[in-house]
């Protein structure tokens, strides 16, 4: 029998339902002493502390077992186990209940939150629109006989269906329907005798609601120098709101394309998040005055008027339409910029269809994904201060350290949003980070600011790990350095969020106001972070087309993607204060404790910061290697990395460091999620190199539970270099899990050596890498 953590493509009929009281993890431990038990991926029935309510799911062979196991239990509850089911008790002693998939399953405790607020305040006739996902059959006629009677039950309630969606790909099946409030009041209690009681129905859940943001202080922007150059075809792809196309600051650079007609029913002065966005990807943050993207970019919108889902369309249908277009009319995409989450989908252990649906197209056509993580909005007690006054006169270490404290409180609240989850794309974090001068930065003086001498994830930027306990967000961006409000005062403070300012924000272009056309404002958070990865993905992608020319884009699609995904992540790094920090604020203490507290660390930062400039610039005493390959299954491959001479013998601080991306065949209900696993081997010439690994980054271990496996050595001692010595780096793919993949897996390597001050490194190196790229036939 198979034990799982997730019911996706699954058959409900022989699901036997674990509620697990406390860690999976335990509850794992016990399953190992079970004969006939078998764990599916051990990593994907780790659940997290943030997590109040896990579950695991048992795959029975037929109704005959499911009942015995029924039966088990309740011998067990009665005491009168046997010889020979003892190993039983150990498990069922983890268990708040046992029992089959229903009505409870179909409807999760956040779904019914949200439904209960969707329907407060309209009388029981009132109409509300929710999904119900189905469970997937693979036979067509088997899918459209269930579809039909779940329609029926459904029109038989008052209740009308006004969108359906089946995609194969990533076992997906639901209808977007209309129900009356009596009838989701229902849904609400689990009643079997309703909704949630039909055999078919998978999951009820609220209608998606897209992320918001907000644009402030708006300003004439200023008219910038006529720019004659010819702009490229796009590589990148941005899914959002409709944009001010018109905007003089975006006009030349955007190539629109309105599949589903958004456009003319999106009021201009609305559209807020997809001109913001687009800035962002242009511009950056037109604080800093950078340079535009020497490509325009694709713009398909998603939201319509107000920045809001089409209200006919599921999403997961809506996305999944808009990348097949892409791949139709704009196949040179290698980019897309996700700046959009379902902020009533918290993450919470299993993935959304809507993050399986990336993955799925991901690996299907090496298209990188940079999502945001999503915004947490609500407010945040902070006992450490009775007053406001209290907060504002604390010095910067206890602030951060308050901050840090009250966030853990509440950290199974503050998860990412669907699709953030996304086990090939890359996650993005907002960084509390901006280019705010200091005569501007006076402007936010009504606020508090929770970080004022730390780099860190903003409050709101919402918090990992990802599936399987994944290093989750990957990676944070600049989104404004948000300040706190006190909002609320009785024996402790509150706080929320403030607004975006002139004073604490990113620059964007904005919708018009007050009628005046070619608007500034300011916005901040995970969506603008994202933006920033994907334009920081961008230039990397720019560089490297100009360093190496048409070399470099005869390489295939699917090995720049992945080399783009290696690249943005390879010069993420832990601020050390601020793990230091984490670490001395939330623990946990004393022996033993490393990985802990490194799991704590990660799931506020990722792997962590990354500086744009610093991801695409070179320097002369550090250089960044990259490759691309292939590997078969249960092989491996070696990169040969030369050192140079002149690091040899000097006992000054060095470095080598190594990040390896992929993209993984996925599949529901296949016995791994995660099929294709690679990883780097340790170096063995790390010893001669004079460098260790450090503890300021993600452990082995739970750096290798994703799409991205980053390690950093580093050390002062000095290194034995001989002449033509390289580092042999083994690339290793290790056995798939469940079924085999017969496709080779396709990597993106980036390796770094630097000596801080050694100005010949870089000429040194480069003279012998070349000819620097090599396009092999395919």
């Known amino acids: ?32 002493n079970v004969a006939g038990l078998e764990l599916i991926d051990e990593e994907e029935l780790e659940g997290d502390d943030g997590d109040k309510q896990p579950f695991a799911y048992l795959l029975v062979p037929d109704m005959v077992a499911l009942r015995n196991l029924e039966s088990l239990w309740r011998r067990w509850q009665a005491g009168q186990l046997v010889r020979g089911e003892t190993p039983w008790a150990a498990v069922f002693d983890l268990l708040r209940d046992l029992r ?33 996902e189905l469970v997937f059959r693979e036979r067509d006629a088997t899918a459209a006989e269930q579809e039909a009677n779940v329609r029926a039950a459904i029109v038989g309630r008052g209740g009308a269906v006004i969108s359906q969606a089946r995609i194969a790909d990533i076992s997906y099946h639901a209808l977007l329907v209309d129900l009356p409030v009596v009838v989701v009041r229902e849904i609400i209690a689990r009643r079997v005798d309703g909704v949630a009681g039909l055999e078919p129905v998978l999951h009820i859940r609220p209608q998606s609601a897209p992320t918001e943001i907000e644009i402030a202080d708006a300003s004439e922007a200023p008219a910038k120098a006529s720019d004659e150059r010819a702009l490229g075809e796009p590589i990148l792809a941005l899914l959002d709101g409709v944009p001010v196309a018109a905007h003089r600051l975006l006009a030349r650079h955007i190539d629109l394309d309105d599949p589903f007609d958004l456009e003319p029913g999106a009021l201009v002065a609305s559209r807020s998040h997809g001109t913001a966005m687009a800035s962002l990807i242009i511009h950056g943050d037109r604080n800093e005055n950078a340079e535009a993207l020497p490509r325009q970019i694709h713009v398909l919108p998603v939201m319509g008027n107000n920045d809001d889902f089409p209200a006919n369309r599921l999403v997961v249908d809506l996305i999944y339409l808009a990348i097949m277009r892409l791949r139709e009319n704009r196949p040179n995409i290698l980019i897309v910029n996700l700046s959009l989450g379902n902020r009533v989908r918290p993450f919470h252990g299993q993935l959304s269809p809507w993050a399986r649906l990336l993955d799925r197209l991901s690996a299907r056509f090496g298209l990188l994904f940079v999502v945001s993580a999503g915004n947490a909005s609500s407010d945040i007690a902070v006992p450490a201060y009775p007053t406001g006054l209290a907060y504002e006169r604390a010095n910067s270490d206890h602030r951060a350290t308050s901050m840090i404290s009250a966030l853990q409180a509440v950290i199974g609240d503050r998860r990412m949003f669907s699709p953030a989850e996304t086990v090939n794309g890359v996650t993005v974090g907002a960084w509390n980070k901006d280019a705010v001068s200091d005569a501007d930065r006076a402007l936010a003086r009504v606020f508090i600011d929770p970080y004022p001498a730390h780099d860190t994830a903003n409050p709101s930027s919402a918090l990992g790990p990802g599936f399987a306990r994944s290093v989750k967000p990957d990676i944070l961006l600049p989104g404004a350095r948000e300040h706190m409000q006190v909002v609320r005062n009785h024996d402790h403070i509150e706080v929320r969020l403030g607004r975006a300012s002139r004073g604490a924000g990113l620059k964007v272009a904005a919708p018009p106001a007050g009628g005046r056309e070619n608007q500034d404002g300011y916005t901040n958070g995970t969506s603008a972070a994202a933006a920033l990865a994907s334009r920081t993905c961008h230039r990397i992608h720019d560089a490297l087309e100009l360093a190496y020319g048409d070399p470099f884009l005869a390489l295939p699609a699917l090995e720049r993607a992945t080399l783009l995904k290696a690249l943005i992540v390879h010069p993420a790094r832990w601020p050390r204060d601020v793990a230091e920090l984490i670490k001395a604020t939330i623990g946990p203490w004393g022996r033993g404790q490393a990985s802990k507290q490194k799991d704590n660390i990660r ?42 001479l002149v690091m040899g013998g000097k006992a000054r601080p060095h470095s080598l460091s190594v990040t390896l991306a992929w993209f993984t065949p996925v599949s529901p209900g296949r016995k791994s999620y995660r099929t294709c696993r690679l990883k780097v081997l340790k170096p063995a010439v790390i010893g001669d190199l004079g460098v260790a690994g450090h503890g300021s980054q993600p452990d082995e271990n739970q750096t290798n539970r994703g799409t991205i496996f980053s390690r950093c050595w580093e050390g002062s001692d ?15 793919r290790d056995p798939d899990q469940g079924a085999a993949v017969d496709d080779p897996i396709t990597f993106g390597l980036a390796v770094t050596l630097a000596m801080p001050g050694e100005v010949t490194l870089y000429d040194e190196v480069f003279a012998r890498v070349q000819p620097p790229v090599r396009a092999t036939a395919r």
């Open 1 to 32: 029998m198979e034990l799982r953590a997730d019911p996706a493509g699954l058959a409900p009929e022989r699901l036997l339902v674990f509620e697990v009281r406390g860690s999976i993890n335990a509850f794992a431990n016990a399953v190992r």
């Open 100 to 132: 089959p998939w229903g009505p409870l399953d179909r409807v999760h405790a956040s779904d019914a939150s949200f439904l209960e607020t969707a329907i407060d305040g309209f009388d029981d006739a009132a109409l509300i629109r929710l999904k119900v």
């Open 603 to 644: 799931r506020f930062v990722g792997f962590g910061c990354v500086d744009a400039d610093e991801a695409v610039a070179c320097a002369s005493d550090r250089a960044t290697f990259f490759a691309t390959g292939t590997l078969p299954r249960d092989s491996s491959l070696t990169v040969a990395v030369p050192v140079p």
């Open 718 to 732: 000095a290194p034995i270099v001989t002449a033509d010595m390289t580092v042999p780096l083994i690339v290793q």
